[in-house]
């Protein structure tokens, strides 16, 4: 079953705009994870925030998490056209185990030149 | 260092058969874990290694079974192929079961006919 559901499921924008992805999840975590992905291709991870974190920074993104409503946002500023990918939030099943994640859905966004 | 190598990348094969793929992990990485990513399920944990054992399995019928090798490398083996076993197939590997960050191949696309 899915954990993470992200929102929207697609979301096109003009470079330079920001983009706002959204992921709600279910059960408590210890720490939600954001990937991306190319065309059908292997994902990337791109930032990790714990649980006892409520925003985190990394370049131009910017990861906030809110525990009491199970939800977290991924924001991209300035966004370019190579930032055009599927973007997934995931968490850990748990169980002593972090490689057994959980993925939403997914948000694919279009960053149009 | 290298990434994380799957073989093949493309495969085709027809319903009844079986099919083995592989991933190589990057080096000094013990734990690999593979999913399962459909347009219809999204991304579905199958398997998770950690030094040659099986810690965790995904809700898959048992034609679908792994193993992990000494060196950390890993394959998994779908039997009686079906129709609905077309996926992209990824691995992805960490330093040890305790570490959050996966790393993830390019991955397998297998289609079944």
């Known amino acids: 079953s899915q954990q993470g559901e992200e929102d929207p499921q697609a979301l096109s924008i003009q470079e330079g705009e920001n983009a706002t992805m959204n992921c709600s999840y279910k059960?408590?975590?210890?720490?939600l994870q954001w990937y991306r992905q190319n065309s059908g291709r292997g994902l990337v991870h791109l930032i990790l925030?714990?649980?006892?974190?409520r925003e985190k920074h990394s370049g131009r993104l910017r990861v906030t998490l809110d525990t009491s409503k199970k939800s977290s946002s991924l924001l991209i500023t300035a966004s370019r056209a190579a930032d055009t990918a599927s973007y997934f939030c995931?968490?850990?099943?748990?169980?002593?185990?972090?490689?057994?994640?959980?993925f939403g859905k997914g948000t694919k966004l279009s960053v149009k030149p | 260092k290298a990434g994380v190598t799957q073989t093949p990348r493309y495969l085709i094969k027809t319903r009844g058969q079986q099919v083995t793929l592989s991933c190589s992990p990057i080096?000094?990485?013990?734990?690999v874990s593979w999913y399962q990513q459909t347009p219809g399920q999204g991304l579905q944990f199958l398997f998770e290694?950690?030094?040659?054992?099986?810690?965790n399995k995904g809700n898959f019928p048992g034609r679908f079974s792994g193993r992990q090798f000494s060196n950390s490398r890993s394959e998994m083996n779908v039997s009686t192929l079906e129709l609905g076993d077309s996926a992209l197939y990824l691995c992805?590997?960490?330093?040890?079961?305790?570490?959050?960050?996966?790393?993830f191949g390019p991955g397998t696309r297998l289609t079944v006919t």
């Open positions: 080096s000094g990485h013990r734990s």
């Open positions: 992805a590997s960490s330093q040890s079961s305790g570490t959050y960050e996966q790393y």
């Open positions: 290694y950690f030094s040659e054992t099986q810690r």
């Open positions: 995931a968490t850990p099943r748990g169980g002593g185990s972090q490689g057994n994640l959980i």
């Open positions: 059960t408590s975590i210890n720490n």
């Open positions: 925030i714990r649980s006892n974190e």
